[in-house]
């Protein structure tokens, strides 16, 4: 059972953008169910409000830039890795300026302010998008290329190349995120000495510095250049003649650089607006591809707002048909639930299977058989019941009573041969022995009916 989890209290960081070199505060808030992440510009007379989704990425040279109308915010993309791996799924950020602060260049700073203020579970449920098939995007230009596939967690696998001699080919990865903060969240951004004057030139990195960044000198250049973009830098002449990595801070990895670009995956994906069961590969991203590659799956979450419940019939259930007739009294021809595959205090998973035998389609329809859609319902109704009374901890005292139905929408027919999967969802606390529930029913992974009721729990008058 997975709650979706916001921020205990709030903190502020603060320090000079990387791109506009503005000093600037960003702060993190806690937010409710269901809020998402959101990021407001404080300094602004409208205080615009930009949702952090992958279709919001306008601008993506050396960083994640969220638009909303003409309003930006940059370099996102530190912070919403921190906050992902945390497993925070709501957020209320406010900035006063067009960026948040560079810090060191990493996304430590972030991490540690998260462990001090603590994380708070919510009594909503959390919403994996669940990776069934491979999905694949490619760039021949630049050779890049992401893969996601099938998984029960989230990991990231990244292998880096880059012509030099200074910054080989390096590889990094990460199976679970509780391994963020040890093993990726210091990891610092990167740039080649022979990017900086055309990333000056374009009105980028005027906050940049040998603080917050690896800088690698890999290509030797005359000396008076050299001077020049040292001078742009603030730092002292250095010889030309010598390459290699010449920030303060020396690597602390020697894939240092592969581990940034780890979490630069993070917090790109951190804009497909929910967590992901699945594993990456990457080879040579960057922000462009990564956002590229975002706004795929955001366009297949939209499409597929819910998914079905993952099923494995040969995974022993959580009841089978003689425990769910010990608690429900449904019995031939009306018991419209064969299993329970979950059963949490938010959420019940449960199985129909739909045979030629059943009484209705003697009826409906002789020709053309048919399950009736009120009986769709009556069974994630039945599974609500299970749900209910697991809730009362006695559930053998208790019956659940089905008293109402509203927003019921049937998108396809399900007829003879066919496996139909159902979730329910708690939507509200328990009200006056009242739970409110939503339902969803799934033929494989197609959403065939949805509906949302109320289902009563009253105390057994065993006389």
């Known amino acids: ?157 990244v292998l880096i190349s880059y012509d030099s001699k200074i910054l080989y080919n390096q590889y990094a990865s990460l199976d ?31 906050g940049g510095d040998l603080d917050n960044a690896i800088v690698i000198y890999e290509r030797e250049m005359p000396q008076e250049r050299y001077d020049k973009i040292c001078a742009v830098m603030g730092v002292q002449s250095m010889d030309a003649t010598k390459r290699g990595y010449i920030m303060h801070k020396p690597l602390q990895w020697d894939n240092e650089p592969a581990r940034h670009k780890l979490l630069d995956i993070i917090g790109d994906l951190a804009l497909v607006g929910k967590p992901i069961k699945g594993r990456i590969i990457a080879t040579r991203p960057g922000h462009t591809i990564n956002n590229k590659f975002a706004r795929i799956l955001r366009k297949n979450i ?25 608690i429900m009294p449904h019995r031939f021809p009306m018991q419209l639930l064969d299993k329970v595959i979950t059963l949490t205090d938010l959420y019940a998973e449960g199985v129909k299977n739909v045979t030629n035998n059943e009484f209705f389609f003697a009826g409906h329809f002789p020709e053309h058989p048919i399950m009736p859609g009120v009986l769709i319902i009556e069974a994630m109704a039945q599974l609500g019941g299970t749900l209910a009374l697991q809730i009362t901890g006695e559930p053998k005292d208790y019956e659940a009573m089905f008293i109402k139905i509203d927003n019921t929408r049937f998108r396809q027919a399900v007829v003879p041969g066919d496996t139909l999967l159902m979730r329910v969802i708690r939507t509200a606390p328990i009200r006056h022995n009242i739970l409110s529930l939503k339902g969803y029913a799934f033929v494989a992974d197609k959403l065939v009916a949805e509906s949302e009721f109320m289902v009563q729990i009253m105390k057994k008058d065993n006389n």
């Open 1 to 157: 059972m997975y709650k979706q989890k916001t921020l205990k209290s709030s903190f502020s960081l603060s320090g000079k953008g990387l791109h506009t070199g503005l000093e600037v505060t960003v702060t993190f808030n806690p937010a409710p169910a269901d809020y998402g992440y959101k990021i407001q510009r404080t300094d602004l007379e409208s205080q615009p409000i930009i949702e952090a989704f992958a279709e919001n990425v306008r601008e993506t040279q050396r960083g994640t830039v969220l638009f909303k109308g003409n309003v930006k915010v940059s370099t996102v993309e530190h912070a919403l890795a921190a906050l992902y791996a945390a497993g925070i799924d709501n957020c209320h950020m406010e900035v006063n300026g067009p960026e948040f602060p560079i810090l060191d260049g990493s996304a430590i700073e972030y991490v540690e302010n998260i462990q001090r203020v603590g994380i708070k579970e919510l009594d909503a449920l959390k919403d994996f998008y669940v990776v069934k098939n491979k999905i694949e995007v490619k760039d021949e230009t630049t050779g890049s290329s992401i893969i996601l596939l099938p998984d029960n967690e989230f990991s990231v696998n």
């Open 176 to 206: 679970d995120m509780n391994d963020f903060p040890t093993e990726i969240a210091k990891s610092r951004t990167f740039v080649f000495v022979r990017e900086i004057e055309s990333l000056l030139d374009a009105g980028l990195i005027k």
């Open 302 to 326: 939209i499409l597929n707002d819910v998914q079905a419940p993952a099923y494995d019939p040969s995974v022993p259930p959580v009841m089978n048909l003689q425990q769910i007739q010990a």
